[in-house]
């Protein structure tokens, strides 16, 4: 069963930093770019971040130059590293691989980690 594994949420203040971390279980994402998104408390499903399959980021506007994304070379776990954090980031964050996310980025493939941002 292909699941994804999402934690390091919590509630933090307004400047504060988070590690997220999503480890896939039962499968790897070989030969599939990877990404962040964040359901918003509106229910909204927003891309935060992905990353390709040779390395390569790619932020929502909101999240460059304060996000980082990585993934370790077993291709099991996606991170993303969350600096500078601002109440509007608040939501719950979901990872999911390409062909998932084309499916249903948020709500689908893991419970989700939820950050709150005061």
């Known amino acids: 069963q292909v699941q994804l594994v999402e934690s390091g949420g919590e509630s933090v203040q307004a400047g504060g930093s988070l590690t997220l971390t999503c480890k896939a279980v039962?499968?790897?994402?070989?030969?599939?770019?990877m990404g962040w998104y964040r359901q918003t408390p509106e229910n909204a499903c927003e891309m935060v971040s992905t990353?390709?399959?040779?390395?390569?980021?790619h932020y929502a506007d909101s999240a460059q130059g304060r996000f980082t994304i990585s993934q370790d070379n077993a291709k099991t776990t996606v991170w993303l590293q969350m600096n500078s954090l601002k109440p509007e980031d608040a939501g719950i964050y979901f990872c999911?691989?390409?062909?998932?996310?084309?499916?249903?980025?948020?709500?689908?493939w893991g419970q989700g980690t939820q950050v709150t941002v005061s």
């Open positions: 999911a691989a390409d062909y998932m996310a084309a499916i249903r980025p948020c709500n689908r």
């Open positions: 990353i390709s399959i040779n390395g390569r980021p």
């Open positions: 039962g499968f790897q994402f070989h030969g599939s770019d």
